[in-house]
């Protein structure tokens, strides 16, 4: 068995800023997702709300479950309905299907 290279400062730093970014963008989709909603979300808030989420989400084998509940949970202390939160979750969960879907048409194309 072969031991794979080191990818290297550069590399790393390039990815945690691209995950940054990333997380950043879903906050910002979260945040004006609530707001269409009627729910008032600080930047930091969302950011901080997303950031939890992620972590039981991509570690845990039950976790977007896990994450999903904990991010309507959240929306509910924030003043959200029970049918606001959801439907929040909701919307960003089709919103990041597309998204992805656009990118594989834009792939295939």
């Known amino acids: ?3 794979l290279p080191s990818p ?3 590399w790393t ?3 945690a800023l691209l995950q940054f970014a990333s997380i950043g963008a879903f906050a910002l ?3 004006r997702l609530s707001q269409t909603m009627g729910v008032q979300l600080r930047r ?3 950011f ?3 950031l939890a989420s992620t972590a039981p989400s991509i570690t845990m084998p039950a976790g977007p479950a896990l994450a999903t509940a904990f991010t309507i949970r959240k929306y509910r202390i924030a003043g959200a309905t029970r049918e606001v939160a959801a439907a929040i979750a909701i ?3 089709l919103a990041s299907v597309g998204g992805l879907a656009l990118l594989y048409v834009a ?3």
């Open 107 to 109: 792939e295939a194309g």
């Open 44 to 46: 930091g808030h969302a």
């Open 13 to 15: 730093l390039l990815a």
């Open 48 to 50: 901080a709300i997303i």
């Open 29 to 31: 989709q979260q945040r």
């Open 91 to 93: 919307a960003s969960g």
């Open 1 to 3: 068995m072969t031991r």
């Open 8 to 10: 290297g400062y550069g």
